[in-house]
């Protein structure tokens, strides 16, 4: 909602750009079967779609509307989620716009109770969360899918009913240049928490809701604060409730305040009493100057998904699979990973690189991320919006020992969201040999990061396909090079990084880890290898290598049979 007066996407820092329709072939009696089909050019529609163009797929993406979606929504961009964004080409914006932050702070009755700070190790190129609106977000996605010959964008163009075939999709599609039938191999139902395409199928979202409601208010001030996550429990300016504070670009603030039980969600919205209730919270923050109101609306938490994110050629992504609470910045992170998870599986096959059986580990993996994210987001929503008598009890003792005590205070820091381990999927068959190390990454985890020289990264030297780290005393021994040339064989993407005092083998990317930095990130020892999957999530890890495992872990991560 928006201030009276003002028209629905009259916003005070973003200007909303208005798409045209397009007349396209399929008009004129084209009939060409499309790769991929894209429904929503949400985030994670125009993710997918920059995904598959990195592979060199097309894509055709439609949207119903003619402009972004608008209002205040995701704002918190995770450390995986900006360095997905850079797989795809599109991160160069995020950067300059939105701001990083790794600290935050929550409060009790006026008290700061906990410190909140992400750890930031010194390899990491992103820090662990970046605020921008979702306007932005979305902005700067189109601007790359707007760049790439690759993707056929159709704004005002509405999937109004879908054919499945043994073969394909064929969607039919509703423009104001007229109706057409499109066909794909491949449909990505990108379409959002209410998926049109998911009734179209009989299928319907499960889980839990949760009664607690948020006002949630966007506003301009000049207020002087650093880019902090702040949680205040009980402050006066909202009494017996919670307030989460958020900084954004451009001097936008967002206010996210507990309405009490019982209160009217029709009374809180009214214009007059959004001000009157900011204002409070404004002025218990000390900031008394001015301010502007820029768009409310009102949230309650959900934790709801699919039984299965795959039928047969349709793949459900982002708000269309699953629908998470907001507290810890789980919604658009989570389907961003969908977005690149989904992307570089159907690229693969679609190239005949890998076998379509690569497909059916896309729903597992999500869908395990989910219910990972569920049970997080449980614990927190809980705690934000107790549901029962029982609840309020138990977090009204934590909030007042935490005045005096550290075990408390934990829970009252709203989770930051964490990329999941894909540890039980098929595609990282060997996660026993996790036990053969003593610390480092685990198997199924997103590989960390290491600096090397100036601004360049271990990770950036990673390739589109299967990855090894070879940890070598000074070069590869005969049989680990004939490793990596056989894993070459199985992936003609495959990239080898030898870290190893000497330059190695031709072909492979040599790095010197001088300081020995790179083999305690990943605790290894000369002998020790990593195969990364395209997403760098880890595949597996040899304390000394095993030719038969290391091959059979990349031809499974290309579709090949389990072990
Ligand atoms: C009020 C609110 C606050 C939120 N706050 C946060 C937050 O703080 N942090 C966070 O991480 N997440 C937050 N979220 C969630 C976040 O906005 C979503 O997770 C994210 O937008 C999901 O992106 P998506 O691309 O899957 O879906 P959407 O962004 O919903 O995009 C779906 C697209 O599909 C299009 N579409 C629908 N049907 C059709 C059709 N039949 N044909 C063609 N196109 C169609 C729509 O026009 C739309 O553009 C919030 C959401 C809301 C509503």
Redesign the pocket.
Same mark, same amino acid.
């Given at each position: 909602m928006r201030p009276a007066g003002k028209g629905a996407l009259e916003s005070l820092y973003f200007d909303y750009p208005r798409f045209a329709a397009r007349r396209v072939p399929e008009l004129d009696g084209a009939t060409t079967r499309h790769p991929v089909m894209i429904?929503?050019? =949400?985030?994670?529609?125009m993710t997918a779609a920059l995904v598959l163009a990195r592979y060199g797929i097309k894509s055709v993406l439609?949207? /119903?509307?003619d402009t972004f979606?608008d =209002?205040?929504?995701?704002?918190?961009i995770a450390r995986p989620s900006m360095h997905i964004l850079e797989r795809i080409g599109a991160v160069a914006p995020f950067i300059e716009k939105a701001l990083g932050w790794r600290f935050g702070r929550s409060y009790y009755r006026g008290e700061q109770i906990f410190r909140l700070e992400m750890p930031q190790p010194p390899g990491e190129k992103y820090l662990p969360m970046y605020n921008l609106q979702?306007q932005y977000i979305e902005k700067f996605l189109h601007d790359a899918v707007a760049a790439s010959d690759l993707i056929d964008m159709r704004w005002q163009?509405? @999937?109004?009913a879908i054919e499945r075939h043994v073969d394909g999709v064929s969607a039919r599609i509703s423009s104001p240049e007229g109706n057409y039938y499109l066909d794909a191999l491949y449909l990505l139902a #990108?379409?959002?928490?209410r998926?049109?395409?998911r009734s179209m199928l009989g299928l319907r979202l499960k889980g839990d809701n949760y009664e607690g409601r948020y006002v949630?208010a966007d506003i301009r001030m000049d207020h002087d604060f650093p880019t902090e996550r702040r949680a205040f429990f009980e402050p006066s300016g909202n009494p017996g409730g919670t307030v989460l504070i958020h900084k954004q670009p451009d001097d936008i603030w967002r206010v996210d305040y507990q309405l009490r039980e019982g209160e009217s969600e029709e009374e809180a919205l009214k214009e007059e009493n959004i001000r009157a209730r900011v204002s409070a919270i404004l002025a218990d923050i000390g900031h008394t100057k001015p301010w502007e109101l820029e768009w409310w609306?009102v949230?309650s938490a959900n934790t709801l998904c699919l039984d299965d994110y795959r039928h047969d050629r349709v793949f459900f992504?982002?708000? #269309?699979a699953h629908i998470v609470p907001?507290f810890g910045? /789980? =919604? @658009?992170?989570n389907?961003l990973a969908d977005a690149e998870n989904i992307g570089w599986k159907l690229a693969l096959v679609l190239h005949g690189e890998a076998d379509d059986r690569l497909l059916d580990s896309y729903s597992p993996e999500r869908r395990g991320a989910t219910l990972d994210v569920f049970a997080n987001a449980t614990k927190s929503t809980r705690f934000m919006t107790p549901p029962t008598r029982g609840w309020r009890l138990a977090r009204e003792a934590a909030l007042s020992l935490s005045l005096k005590h550290d075990f408390p205070r934990g829970l009252a820091n709203p989770r930051q969201m964490q990329p999941y381990t894909y540890s039980d999927s098929v595609l990282t068959p060997y996660a026993g040999r996790d036990a053969g190390f003593a610390g480092g990454p685990v198997c199924g985890s997103v590989a960390p990061n290491a600096k090397l020289i100036d601004a360049i990264h271990l990770l950036d030297q990673a390739g589109t396909g299967v990855t090894a780290i070879l940890f070598c005393g000074a070069q590869p021994t005969a049989e680990q090079a004939a490793l990596l040339e056989h894993l070459g064989q199985v992936d003609k993407r495959f990239v080898a990084i030898v870290i190893g005092s000497e330059n190695s083998i031709s072909g492979a990317k040599t790095i010197a880890d001088q300081d020995g930095e790179i083999a305690r990130i990943f605790a290894a020892e000369p002998g020790t290898i990593y195969l990364l999957r395209p997403d760098l999530h880890i595949a597996g890890r040899w304390k000394a290598a095993i030719p038969s495992e290391i091959l059979k872990t990349a031809e499974i991560c290309l579709g090949g049979e389990t072990p």
């Amino acid at each position: 909602m928006r201030p009276a007066g003002k028209g629905a996407l009259e916003s005070l820092y973003f200007d909303y750009p208005r798409f045209a329709a397009r007349r396209v072939p399929e008009l004129d009696g084209a009939t060409t079967r499309h790769p991929v089909m894209i429904a929503g050019a =949400g985030p994670i529609g125009m993710t997918a779609a920059l995904v598959l163009a990195r592979y060199g797929i097309k894509s055709v993406l439609i949207d /119903r509307k003619d402009t972004f979606n608008d =209002g205040s929504r995701a704002i918190c961009i995770a450390r995986p989620s900006m360095h997905i964004l850079e797989r795809i080409g599109a991160v160069a914006p995020f950067i300059e716009k939105a701001l990083g932050w790794r600290f935050g702070r929550s409060y009790y009755r006026g008290e700061q109770i906990f410190r909140l700070e992400m750890p930031q190790p010194p390899g990491e190129k992103y820090l662990p969360m970046y605020n921008l609106q979702q306007q932005y977000i979305e902005k700067f996605l189109h601007d790359a899918v707007a760049a790439s010959d690759l993707i056929d964008m159709r704004w005002q163009s509405e @999937l109004s009913a879908i054919e499945r075939h043994v073969d394909g999709v064929s969607a039919r599609i509703s423009s104001p240049e007229g109706n057409y039938y499109l066909d794909a191999l491949y449909l990505l139902a #990108a379409d959002g928490a209410r998926s049109p395409i998911r009734s179209m199928l009989g299928l319907r979202l499960k889980g839990d809701n949760y009664e607690g409601r948020y006002v949630i208010a966007d506003i301009r001030m000049d207020h002087d604060f650093p880019t902090e996550r702040r949680a205040f429990f009980e402050p006066s300016g909202n009494p017996g409730g919670t307030v989460l504070i958020h900084k954004q670009p451009d001097d936008i603030w967002r206010v996210d305040y507990q309405l009490r039980e019982g209160e009217s969600e029709e009374e809180a919205l009214k214009e007059e009493n959004i001000r009157a209730r900011v204002s409070a919270i404004l002025a218990d923050i000390g900031h008394t100057k001015p301010w502007e109101l820029e768009w409310w609306s009102v949230y309650s938490a959900n934790t709801l998904c699919l039984d299965d994110y795959r039928h047969d050629r349709v793949f459900f992504i982002g708000d #269309a699979a699953h629908i998470v609470p907001i507290f810890g910045v /789980r =919604g @658009l992170n989570n389907g961003l990973a969908d977005a690149e998870n989904i992307g570089w599986k159907l690229a693969l096959v679609l190239h005949g690189e890998a076998d379509d059986r690569l497909l059916d580990s896309y729903s597992p993996e999500r869908r395990g991320a989910t219910l990972d994210v569920f049970a997080n987001a449980t614990k927190s929503t809980r705690f934000m919006t107790p549901p029962t008598r029982g609840w309020r009890l138990a977090r009204e003792a934590a909030l007042s020992l935490s005045l005096k005590h550290d075990f408390p205070r934990g829970l009252a820091n709203p989770r930051q969201m964490q990329p999941y381990t894909y540890s039980d999927s098929v595609l990282t068959p060997y996660a026993g040999r996790d036990a053969g190390f003593a610390g480092g990454p685990v198997c199924g985890s997103v590989a960390p990061n290491a600096k090397l020289i100036d601004a360049i990264h271990l990770l950036d030297q990673a390739g589109t396909g299967v990855t090894a780290i070879l940890f070598c005393g000074a070069q590869p021994t005969a049989e680990q090079a004939a490793l990596l040339e056989h894993l070459g064989q199985v992936d003609k993407r495959f990239v080898a990084i030898v870290i190893g005092s000497e330059n190695s083998i031709s072909g492979a990317k040599t790095i010197a880890d001088q300081d020995g930095e790179i083999a305690r990130i990943f605790a290894a020892e000369p002998g020790t290898i990593y195969l990364l999957r395209p997403d760098l999530h880890i595949a597996g890890r040899w304390k000394a290598a095993i030719p038969s495992e290391i091959l059979k872990t990349a031809e499974i991560c290309l579709g090949g049979e389990t072990p």
